[in-house]
């Protein structure tokens, strides 16, 4: 099964649903059973891919308010982009033919926090594998703490939000020869964004077609 849904229909997709659930206006059609599940069996077709926090706050499904067989989520500590994420990324674009990728990060991410932690305050983690997701992270914010934003550790942290995010995005864009093939000749659109604990909303703030939000 593949998807015939363009990338910018794909976003706008996901911006009305996340208004919808921003809103507390789900779509009914969405809360489907295990008996509706039936017409699944035989494939997927999700129309976008999304790769975001494990944080239990953020479950993509309900923030864009899509359901099941909608979207094929990738959920990582810190959405933060290794092998195993960029291989995932790569087997449900090229198998279902899915046109659009957002990098879902969000705000009071813990990922971000211990990483801030460990920079400016030494902190060190008991677990070497939180430590390596750590020092993915590390790489994207180390430019933040040459600025002012050092000395205001809630825009530094929001920033880094931000900066993490746009280093996934880049890594998608430019660090697999089939995602880059796909961007290139498939219409494939990876996009970065921030969903908000504090009022439930979307921005998608990197690599957006201009106008895209306008209809």
Known sequence: MTNKISAVDALRRLRDGNRRFAAELRASNNA????????????????????????????????????FGDLF??????????PSQVGSVEFAASRYDTKLVVVLGHSCCGAISAT????????????????AIVDR?????????????????????????????????????????????LIEREGLLVVGAEYSLETGLVDFFDGVPEGWDQE
């Open 137 to 181: 992270v590390k790489p994207s914010i180390e430019g933040l703490l040459e600025t002012e934003l050092r000395e205001d550790r809630e825009a530094l942290r929001h920033a880094a939000v931000r900066a993490n995010v746009r280093a996934s995005v880049d890594h998608l864009r430019h660090g697999s020869a089939i995602l880059e093939s």
């Open 116 to 131: 801030l932690e460990t920079m400016l305050d030494g902190a060190d983690s008991e677990s070497r594998n939180v430590a």
């Open 73 to 82: 989520v990738i959920r990582v500590a810190g959405n933060i982009v290794a």
């Open 32 to 67: 489907i059973t295990h008996a509706d599940f039936a017409g699944l069996l035989s494939g997927q077709s999700p129309f976008a891919i999304v790769l975001g926090c494990s944080d239990s706050r953020v479950p993509a499904e309900l923030v864009f308010d899509q359901g």
